[in-house]
């Protein structure tokens, strides 16, 4: 069984910096993508970031310049850099990862970990 366990949330004010790390634990060969996503009181669950398991990375425009996703293979570990946060980043953050077993690959979702940015 493959837990994805988060930690870094809580609450800072504009222009405050927060990390997150999202760690795999359990039974498989490896993993492909790792990323973050955020949804926000009566909205869509969006993509934020996005790394693969050589290091390319994607981010959603409204973080570009002030997030940076980074891993670490060794560990099963993905990290959130949140840099210059807005009060529109408020939301609850999870992280995602698609796990490589025998012969499939299944995605994994992190239980959310709550961000607020508020002064």
């Known amino acids: 069984q493959v837990q994805l366990v988060e930690s870094g949330g809580g609450l800072v004010q504009p222009g405050g910096s927060l990390r997150l790390s999202c760690a795999a634990s359990?039974?498989?060969?490896?993993?492909?993508?790792m990323g973050w996503y955020r949804q926000a009181p009566g909205k869509q669950r969006d993509l934020v970031a996005a790394?693969?398991?050589?290091?390319?990375?994607n981010y959603a425009d409204s973080v570009k310049g002030r997030f940076i996703i980074s891993r670490d293979n060794g560990k099963n570990t993905v990290y959130l850099q949140m840099n210059s946060l807005k009060p529109e980043d408020t939301a609850v953050y999870y992280c995602?990862?698609?796990?490589?077993?025998?012969?499939?690959?299944?995605?994994?979702w992190g239980p959310g970990s709550q961000v607020t940015v508020s002064a």
């Open positions: 790394v693969t398991s050589g290091g390319t990375t």
């Open positions: 359990g039974s498989f060969f490896g993993i492909n993508a």
């Open positions: 995602n990862a698609d796990v490589r077993f025998t012969y499939t690959v299944r995605t994994y």
